[in-house]
């Protein structure tokens, strides 16, 4: 069993940045991939980045590519999302996810989530 905390959420105004953590427990990780997902409200849940299956790749969806980078430290079974130039579409309560194979929708493993707000 993988237990997954998000934390470093809050409120920011548009043009600021925040870093947001994931810390797995209850097994270690290291070797899963892992990525982030976020929905506000009355929307589908929306796709942000993951690692690739080999770790070796990372991916993100246009809307926050160039902005939005995810990390990892696998010795402190740790995932990191920051997120530059926010803007208020980015406000929603963002999860951190992980599986033992790709990152889809239907990750095995979701955090509780922390929210983000961006003011304009």
């Known amino acids: 069993q993988v237990q997954l905390v998000e934390s470093g959420g809050g409120l920011v105004q548009a043009g600021g940045s925040l870093r947001l953590s994931c810390a797995a427990s209850?097994?270690?990780?290291?070797?899963?991939?892992m990525g982030w997902f976020r929905q506000a409200p009355e929307k589908e849940r929306e796709f942000v980045g993951a690692?690739?299956?080999?770790?070796?790749?990372?991916y993100y969806p246009d809307s926050v590519k160039g902005r939005f980078t995810i990390s990892r430290d696998n010795a402190k079974n740790t995932m990191y999302l920051q997120m530059n130039s926010l803007k208020p579409e980015d406000t929603a309560v963002y999860y951190c996810?992980?599986?033992?194979?790709?990152?889809?929708?239907?990750?095995?493993?979701w955090g509780q989530g922390t929210q983000v707000t961006v003011s304009s």
């Open positions: 209850g097994r270690t990780v290291s070797n899963y991939p």
């Open positions: 996810v992980a599986d033992p194979n790709q990152i889809t929708r239907d990750a095995k493993y």
């Open positions: 690692f690739s299956y080999r770790g070796d790749r990372t």
